[in-house]
């Protein structure tokens, strides 16, 4: 299973250029090795610069690959973004924590069970159609 992690609308509100330079999305609790973070995303969509008063409106920053193995529950995820004033700026620009709900999959019918409910239906059929066939003298 994967999600897409949309970012709210992020707007510079300062007049001058800020570098949108990295993210970093992590889980926070609880802990579970079946989660893959995918970044690469980011760096395709998010542009590197954001002007002054300018907005990046509503974009998918990254991907959450669920395991199979993952239990169900409420996962809480951490996000960071990262830039400042130049290319090689490392400063915090914004953190948000979200949560992601991993629901049980429905159980799926073994074939041989789907096979068995099938025989025992087409005998029931089959003698419903036999009792109506006889003729009561």
Same mark, same amino acid.
């Given at each position: 299973r994967r999600t897409a992690c949309p970012w709210s609308v992020q707007r510079n509100l300062g007049s001058t250029a800020v570098f949108l330079n990295s993210i970093d999305a992590? =889980?926070?609790? @609880? @802990?579970?090795?079946?989660?893959? &973070?995918? =970044?690469? &995303?980011?760096?395709?969509?998010?542009?590197?610069v954001l002007g002054g008063g300018a907005s990046t409106g509503s974009l998918p920053l990254f991907d959450i690959h669920v395991g199979a193995g993952a239990a169900p529950g409420t996962y809480t995820f951490s996000t960071t973004l990262i830039g400042g004033a130049d290319d090689s700026a490392q400063d915090t620009l914004a953190t948000k924590e979200f949560d992601l709900t991993v629901v049980a999959a429905a159980p799926v019918p073994e074939p041989t069970s789907m096979l068995l409910l099938s025989s025992g239906l087409t005998g029931v059929l089959a003698l419903r159609r036999k009792r109506k066939g006889k003729v009561v003298k």
């Open positions: 992590n =889980l926070v609790s @609880p @802990p579970s090795a079946f989660f893959n &973070i995918d =970044l690469n &995303i980011f760096f395709s969509v998010v542009p590197p």
